[in-house]
């Protein structure tokens, strides 16, 4: 995601009680008492409890806690199907609790479409009819939504399917549908509700791996439920943790395996194999030196003996990296007037989010730093192999 990360969503002071007197509830949250002694004292649940969070545009921000712990009422009163109590929902400047019924089936339309844990697929309808169905309950006439059902099911991997009916596909295929007939809408807005929950483990990978890429394709803005910690790791951009209706810590994967916010998170976090966990960035450094592609030889020379450095990374005015030159290479450099043709464009790179464990074959084929660099191949800093080391037993210490 670009360091300028537009909001697509903002809740803030969001809470819902469940029973007939809110008030009295909410009061006892005031004074510091608990969801238990509040259900003790006024007969009142407290669902969830002054919820602030944002979900920015493109990303896809996991709500995850245990069974109890307010994740899919929270979904819910995002768009309404559960009526918040109090607090502040704004996505593209409406404020959702503040709509009139006509308002809000509007903003419905525009904005959401759900995935659910069970299919939810009509199972007399072909493939491409349950795909289209959100499309056909709009009045949108049978071509157009022929059209955005089938590229949906391209999307999904489902071309060739769409004259099928349900009981012919496997339980992956049939989230796949559910994931299209979402797309086919439209919305702005995908909310995931332990879509993946029911299916078995290797179709559940199969299923987040294609969701991951299929993020990377359309940068649709993803709000998933799970309760499952490795699930939330492998898909996430960021997490949202709640523990008794009340959010616990909000952050990447890494920052809360890395950094947990209290007891409560470590214990949540505790058995995860960290060194499947930490990436590039955890261990990354910043560039010492970097020289340009217009450099000579000499200079070239002269900023590695300023710093110390064996070798040197070439970037352009970008700061595009464009690969690495030697020491060795520029000493026997005679005649030459830039460095562009002693560049090494063959040098070892990653992005920011590969795994620690990766890197160590790289080191093992070339022994120079190995660069990191961004969506635009510009060069972010450098890991070298002590790095790694100390950053993967500091993992196994906390293991």
Request: glycine letters at 8%; charged letters at 30%; hydrophobic letters at 40%.
């Amino acid at each position: 995601m670009s360091d300028e990360k537009a909001i697509k969503i903002r809740v803030k002071g969001l809470t819902k009680v469940f029973g007939d007197n809110p008030e009295k509830a909410i009061k006892l949250r005031d004074e510091g008492y608990g969801r238990t002694e509040i259900l003790k004292q006024s007969g009142q649940t407290l669902g969830l409890s002054n919820i602030d969070f944002d979900v920015y545009e493109g990303e896809l921000l996991v709500i995850m806690g245990l069974s109890g712990s307010g994740k899919s009422t929270l979904i819910r009163c995002l768009n309404r199907l559960i009526e918040p109590t109090e607090g502040d929902i704004v996505i593209d400047g409406e404020n959702i609790p503040t709509l009139d019924e006509k308002a809000l089936r509007e903003c419905r339309r525009r904005h959401f479409s759900m995935v659910f844990q069970h299919f939810a697929l009509f199972p007399h309808r072909s493939v491409r009819r349950n795909a289209e169905y959100g499309l056909e309950v709009r009045g949108v006439d049978s071509q157009e939504r022929h059209k955005k059902a089938d590229d949906a099911l391209k999307q999904v991997g489902l071309e060739g399917w769409e004259d099928a009916m349900p009981s012919q596909l496997s339980g992956g295929m049939q989230q796949r549908v559910g994931l299209a007939r979402a797309l086919a809408n439209d919305a702005s807005v995908l909310l995931m509700d332990e879509a993946f929950s029911a299916l078995d483990p290797l179709i559940k990978r199969e299923m987040q791996q294609e969701l991951i890429e299929l993020q990377e394709r359309t940068r649709k803005t993803t709000i998933f439920i799970t309760h499952d910690l490795d699930e939330a790791i492998n898909i996430a951009d960021r997490i949202v943790l709640l523990k008794d209706g009340e959010v616990v810590q909000i952050g990447t994967p890494e920052q809360i395996l890395t950094a947990p916010a209290d007891d409560y998170v470590a214990r949540f976090v505790e058995g995860v194999d960290m060194t499947r966990i930490l990436t590039a960035e955890a261990a990354m450094k910043p560039v010492r030196a970097t020289a340009r592609d217009d450099d000579g030889p000499r200079t070239a020379l002269y900023k590695m003996r300023e710093n110390s450095l064996e070798s040197i990374y070439v970037v352009d005015s970008e700061r595009r990296l464009l690969g690495i030159v030697t020491a060795e290479q520029l000493g026997k450099a005679e005649g030459v007037e830039s460095i562009r043709d002693l560049v090494d464009s063959d040098c070892p790179k990653v992005g920011p989010d590969e795994p620690l464990q990766a890197l160590f074959g790289m080191f093992e084929q070339r022994n120079y730093p190995i660069a990191v660099i961004d969506e635009q191949a510009r060069l972010k800093g450098v890991v070298v192999r002590g790095a790694v080391i100390e950053q993967l037993a500091r993992a196994g210490d906390k293991s």
